[in-house]
């Protein structure tokens, strides 16, 4: 099934400056897309539809085999979402905001406790259960938001730079959860400027360019697919791919220095 598809999707702020141009993507169930772009090129735009923040000036979105409306707001229930810049109740601690949370979701108090203490534990956050958010440290929130987007095992999940400024133990924790979640049929939409975590830990990756998806591939295949369209002979990294494609759609190939180095 198709988890998300967009069709057409049109974007524009104050001064008409355009963050969507007819953006089409489609991510199957049970994938973890990695969804790279330039600063600018319309991520978070696209994000932020998704989960239901800002509204198209255009275009189809539907989740789940569901077209969703301006006035819809029940899909929200599957959806689960950690921004780059999360936004908390910072003088809740951390349990109390995933009981919070949990309750949002409609989650029975025993059934809540019981996760709560688990997610709690699972991200070395224990010592810190009754740290009001607002003290802790930057990768530290970010696990409580990962905790609150994932605490009522929503079928897609949009992670915005999700393990930015945490630990390496916990990420790779992480991320061996999300690949779990993946093989039970969570879709999994991650947006980040690492492209190295992209290339080993994402099953497809598409990479978004002034508004539009430029290019679209699982990672098993991508290589041999920009091979035959690019005319190259080897890509030693994903870095190399998503510059090559960037600048092809572009136009802009030309290689910056400094005039003083």
């Known amino acids: 099934m198709k988890a998300i598809e967009l069709c057409g999707l049109q974007k524009s702020y104050i001064k008409g400056v355009k963050a969507l141009d007819g953006l089409d993507l489609v991510v199957e169930e049970g994938t973890i897309l990695g969804f790279v772009g330039p600063n600018g090129a319309g991520k978070s735009t696209t994000i932020n539809i998704v989960a239901g923040l800002i509204k198209t000036d255009a275009g189809t979105v539907r989740l789940l085999g569901e077209e969703i409306g301006p006035t819809d707001y029940e899909y929200k229930r599957n959806i689960g979402l950690v921004l780059e810049k999360p936004r908390y109740i910072d003088k809740l601690n951390a349990r109390e905001y995933l009981v919070f949370a949990a309750g949002m979701y409609g989650i029975k108090e025993r059934e809540s406790n019981s996760r709560i203490d688990e997610l709690l534990a699972f991200l070395d956050l224990e010592q810190k259960r009754k740290a009001r958010i607002e003290t802790l440290s930057a990768g530290m929130k970010k696990k409580v938001s990962l905790a609150a987007a994932i605490i009522h095992q929503p079928r897609i999940l ?25 093989e039970k049929g969570t879709t999994v939409l991650l947006s980040s400027h690492v492209l190295d975590t992209v290339e080993k830990f994402c099953d497809e990756i598409a990479i978004i360019n002034k508004g539009r998806i430029v290019f679209q591939s699982k990672m098993e295949e991508i290589r041999a697919k920009l091979k035959n369209e690019l005319g190259q002979e080897t890509y030693s990294s994903l870095e190399e791919i998503f510059v090559e494609v960037v600048t092809e759609k572009s136009g802009d190939g030309v290689e910056k220095k400094l005039s003083w180095l």
């Open 158 to 182: 949009i992670l915005d730079e999700p393990l930015e400024a945490v630990d390496p133990i916990s990420a790779k924790a992480i991320k061996d959860n999300l690949k779990l979640m993946a």
